[in-house]
T-cell receptor, first 112, second 112 residues
Framework: QKEVEQNSGPLSVPEGAIASLNCTYSDRGSQSFFWYRQYSGKSPELIMF????GDKEDGRFTAQLNKASQYVSLLIRDSQPSDSATYLCAVIGTGGYQKVTFGTGTKLQVIP | ETGVTQTPRHLVMGMTNKKSLKCEQHLGHNAMYWYKQSAKKPLELMFVYNFKEQTENNSVPSRFSPECPNSSHLFLHLHTLQPEDSALYLC???????????FGDGTRLSIL
């Protein structure tokens, strides 16, 4: 069983729509959750981080965490073609930052 | 100069060569990381240094040898690599436990 799972996509959404990206994790004791955006040929760029159950909003981005379901998601409102990238979910499990695990990423395509 | 800087950006080497990758962070962070990113695979954590002390070695072959002389600099020494070691090698830093990581642009390594 993969420790952090993401649908590889591609997830295609029309411009202006809401893109919903999902991630599940296996370590029930995980405390820290991150979303990174990675453009082709570039390095990962931090988009959001969340530590507590519930929603956290930053501009067009909302991270949602449900520890009971071991589920974290990223919503992108008013999707733009420039949002087209691979989105990586990262989880720090029990054991601290030594135990950071990334998912394989979901490729998002925003269609103009 | 700000952020995390990696050199070189691209490296082509033979299987018998010895080379080193360099990473420098200008963020005042105390933890530094080496990752390997191969096509279709999630980011693989290789090494973690906290206050220049190695705290994690994820079963990485001995042909990869890290060095961290201080909290701002990190090296990855390479020798007798194999073709399957061709990948993007990413350096990251963070302020501490459970904090977001900031990535450098990476070194694209090709082994002939």
């Amino acid at each position: 069983q993969k420790e952090v799972e993401q649908n590889s996509g591609p997830l295609s959404v029309p411009e202006g729509a809401i893109a919903s990206l999902n991630c599940t994790y296996s370590d029930r004791g995980s405390q820290s959750f991150f979303w990174y955006r990675q453009y082709s040929g570039k390095s990962p760029e931090l988009i959001m981080f969340i530590y507590s159950n519930g929603d956290k909003e930053d501009g067009r981005f909302t991270a949602q965490l449900n520890k009971a379901s071991q589920y974290v998601s990223l919503l992108i409102r008013d999707s733009q073609p420039s949002d087209s990238a691979t989105y990586l979910c990262a989880v720090i499990g029990t054991g601290g930052y030594q135990k950071v695990t990334f998912g394989t990423g979901t490729k998002l395509q925003v269609i103009p | 100069e700000t952020g995390v800087t990696q050199t070189p950006r691209h490296l082509v080497m033979g299987m018998t060569n010895k080379k080193s990758l360099k990473c420098e962070q200008h963020l005042g962070h105390n933890a530094m990381y080496w990752y390997k990113q191969s096509a279709k695979k999630p980011l693989e954590l290789m090494f973690v240094y906290n206050f220049k002390e190695q705290t994690e070695n994820n079963s990485v072959p001995s042909r990869f040898s890290p060095e961290c002389p201080n909290s701002s600099h990190l090296f990855l020494h390479l020798h007798t690599l194999q073709p399957e070691d061709s990948a993007l090698y990413l350096c990251a830093s963070s302020q501490g436990d459970n904090q977001p990581q900031h990535f450098g642009d990476g070194t694209r390594l090709s082994i002939l």
